[in-house]
C-alpha cells in the first residue's frame, strides 16, 4: 500500500482558501459598483470603483464590509472638507456673501460628522433603516451647501468638487445599505 502524506495538502490548502478569498474581495469591488450605477442614475461607476479601490486592498470579504468602509470613507470625506472650510474662512478677502455661505457650510458638516458616528453604529447593528435616515442627511448637507452659493448670480462655489464627493460617497453608503436590507 502506497502511503501518503497529508503535510502537502495542509500547506496547500490555506493558500488555497486565502487565493479563493483574495479573488472574492478582488471581484466586490468593481461587481458592487457595477451594481450600484446600473441602478442609480447618481451613482458613477468610475467614482464608485477608484473611491473604493483606492481604500478596499481586499480587506472586505462580503457586502457589509464593503459598507463599513463605505461609511468611514464617507466620514473621512467630511471630515476633511469641514477641515478645508475652516481654512477657507481664514481668509479675510471672501466677499460677505461668499463668507456667508462658507460658514453655513462650515455648520453642515461640522454637524454631518456625528450624524456619520451615529450611521456607523446603526449599521454595525444592522439598523439600516436608521442609517439611511442618517446618510441621506449627510447628501442634504452637502446639496443645502452647494446650494448656497446659487442663491446669487455670478456667486461661484469653492467647495463644488468636495460637495460632489460628499454626494457620490453617500449615495454609495445608501445604495449598499438597500442592497442590505
Known amino acids: 500500500m502506497p502511503s501518503f502524506s497529508y503535510f502537502p495538502l495542509l500547506l496547500f490548502l490555506p493558500l488555497l482558501f486565502s487565493t ?3 479573488d472574492i474581495a478582488q471581484d466586490l469591488v468593481p461587481e458592487t459598483c457595477r451594481k450600484l450605477a446600473e441602478n442609480d442614475p447618481n451613482l458613477s461607476y468610475n467614482f464608485c470603483l477608484t473611491s473604493l479601490q483606492a481604500v478596499n486592498r481586499g480587506q472586505c470579504a462580503d ?3 464593503l459598507g ?7 466620514k473621512s470625506n467630511v471630515t476633511n472638507t469641514r477641515y478645508y472650510v475652516k481654512k477657507l474662512l481664514k481668509n479675510t478677502k471672501w466677499d460677505p456673501f461668499i463668507r456667508a455661505c462658507l460658514n453655513d457650510c ?4 461640522s454637524d454631518a460628522i456625528p450624524t456619520l458616528k451615529q450611521a456607523m453604529k446603526d449599521f454595525k447593528s444592522k439598523h439600516y433603516e436608521d442609517a439611511n435616515i442618517e446618510v441621506s442627511s449627510v447628501i442634504d448637507a452637502a446639496t443645502t451647501c452647494e446650494d448656497g452659493f446659487k442663491e446669487r448670480e455670478g456667486a461661484v ?6 460637495n460632489n464627493d460628499t454626494f457620490q460617497l453617500s449615495a ?3 445604495a449598499v445599505i438597500s442592497m442590505l436590507h
Open 68 to 74: 463599513l468602509m463605505s461609511i468611514k470613507l464617507t
Open 172 to 174: 454609495i453608503v445608501l
Open 157 to 162: 462655489s469653492p467647495l463644488t468638487k468636495r
Open 20 to 22: 479563493f478569498h483574495a
Open 106 to 109: 462650515l455648520e453642515l458638516y
Open 63 to 65: 457586502l457589509r464590509d
